[in-house]
């Protein structure tokens, strides 16, 4: 039997003329007397047993998580730190400072070659690992990888990848103005390893959207194009924290970066001239064609865009800037580089350097490769996916569904593949003497694989061309006061690596 409501009076018990015409203080209760579930007395007990329901759900539901990582889960054989086998929060803590990468060389010398740095993924140093994940035939893939899935525009994902052809001219150009640049410094300490991103900015600006950026003319920065990678290294690659920041915008560093690129794609669309032979031409010229292939709307060219312009000017800065230091803590390489260049000055071009006959210098490429070893511009490298079968790597199973890795920082400085790997030892790579590398294979700045970098050709002719006017006309040196150690302490693991600063004296020769 239904309870009767104090107060008030069921319109079926009244009479005809109180159930359809109600006095004013009958009314007055009526709208006034909170009914009985909203009264104090009865909602706190309610209340009281609703939270305890809800944590004693949490608590169960987290406790089964917890026992089920810790004692149940496939990767429970792979040593780590006790908490990651929990939670990949601690990845939080590892980019505390930017230097993540300088954490995960620790893990491996503490916990041996394979380490579980989340409940789901895996850190390896090994090259089999290098061959079940990225070779052509592996079942690893980058899809629920984790970081590639936050990387888009409005949803649309990228290629993470360069598409380009070789132009001598826009290189020649910014080198020029780099050049002009330290000329106006007269002596004076130059920030190399800003100047190294300004320099692969002003680049891209005219190999992608065919604009001049100037960077380097108003010495500006360019800290916005760092906020797509950069962002996701100081989050710990923790992907449902990245998405809640970009639904809700939380960043100003992102949006304006996506806001520049926009504007700059939309510029190039608008061109009247579309065959200038920059990267958006090929872009355009498939997203503008009847039957399209990868750019089927503009939100992929946006997303593309954004990738280029960041992906180029951040690899091309960090190793450049390394190069600039490099040099100067061995000077005797940039007297035995001016020796090599003054043979290639003006030989295809005149009174030019032009990157097939740079190409031809072997100590400048191992010079190059040297810096790309002890510095590597893709200090934690790619996440894939195993299959679901798994994969094998050293003898260690690793279950389907795992997030991968190897770190190439943690690769490049290991005594298991290099003799005296804390050393900067260019002849390692010179033809005639190999004695300081153990496995080749072990090399990977660019990765393996078909899901290598494609801009690799274009990264090293630049680095040829930089490097080959600046050492033609000028020896540089550490400026006063530089400690040589702010551009390790103060770089930044941002997927790609950012140095820290270096200052140096440029004078003429």
């Known amino acids: 039997m239904a309870p009767t409501l104090p107060l008030l009076s069921s319109p079926a018990s009244l009479p005809r003329s109180q159930a359809c015409s109600p006095t004013p203080a009958t009314s007055s209760m009526a709208f006034t007397t909170p009914p009985p579930f909203a009264s104090s007395s009865s909602t706190s007990p309610r209340l009281l047993l609703f939270t305890t329901l809800f944590l004693s759900y949490l608590t169960a539901l987290f406790t089964s998580i917890i026992i089920y990582r810790l004692f149940f889960h496939p990767l429970r054989h792979i040593r780590s730190l006790f908490l990651a086998k929990i939670t990949k929060l601690t990845s939080l803590y590892a980019a505390r400072n930017g230097q993540k990468h ?10 041996g070659n394979f380490v579980r740095v989340a409940p789901n993924e895996v850190f390896m140093c090994s090259v089999e690992g290098i061959r079940k994940i990225h070779v052509r035939d592996s079942g690893c893939r980058k899809l629920n990888a984790g970081v590639y899935d936050v990387i888009h525009s409005e949803g649309e994902y990228n290629l993470d990848s360069i598409m380009t052809r070789e132009e001598h001219a826009p290189r020649r150009k910014v080198c020029h103005t780099w050049l002009a640049k330290v000329a106006s410094f007269n002596g004076k300490p130059i920030d190399t390893s800003l100047f190294s991103l300004l320099i692969s900015f002003d680049h891209m600006g005219k190999v992608e959207f065919s604009h001049e950026f100037r960077s380097i003319s108003r010495k500006g920065t360019q800290d916005a194009t760092l906020s797509m990678f950069g962002e996701i290294g100081q989050m710990g690659e923790l992907t449902w924290l990245l998405s809640i920041a970009q639904n809700v915008k939380l960043s100003k560093t992102a949006a304006e970066f996506d806001q520049l690129t926009m504007l700059m794609a939309d510029r190039r669309a608008a061109a ?69 260049f003054q043979k290639a000055y003006g030989k295809t071009i005149p009174d030019e350097f032009t990157n097939q006959d740079l190409s031809k210098i072997s100590l400048l490429d191992a010079l190059i490769n040297e810096t790309m070893r002890v510095d590597n511009l893709i200090a934690s490298n790619d996440p894939r996916q195993t299959p679901p079968e798994g994969i094998t790597v050293d003898g260690v199973h690793i279950p389907g569904g795992v997030a991968v890795r190897v770190p190439a920082h943690a690769l490049h400085r290991s005594e298991q593949f290099y003799a005296e790997p804390a050393q900067f030892r260019p002849e390692r790579w010179l033809d005639d003497n190999k004695e300081y590398v153990k496995n ?54 941002n997927l790609i690596l950012k140095a820290g600063p270096f200052e140096a004296v440029f004078l003429p020769r």
């Not at 990977?444 to 990264?459: D, E, Y």
């Open 440 to 493: 080749a294979e072990a090399f990977i700045p660019f990765l393996v694989g078909p899901n290598n970098c494609v801009g690799k050709r274009m990264t090293m002719s630049v680095l040829r061309l930089v490097m080959a006017y600046t050492v033609y006309n000028y020896t540089w040196e550490k400026a006063p006061g530089e400690d040589w150690k702010r551009i390790r302490t103060e770089s930044k693991d």
């Open 102 to 111: 300088l954490e995960q060389a620790a893990l491996f010398e503490k916990y």
């Open 272 to 340: 009247e001239d579309n065959n200038k032979g920059d990267i958006l031409q090929h872009f355009l010229d498939d997203m503008r064609s009847e039957k399209s292939i990868a750019f089927t709307n503009k939100n992929i060219l946006y997303s593309d865009a954004a990738l280029v312009l960041t992906g180029a000017t951040d690899t091309i800065g960090a190793v450049l800037a390394h190069l600039f230091y490099q040099l100067a803590n061995h000077p005797h390489y940039q007297d035995l580089l001016h020796v090599q």
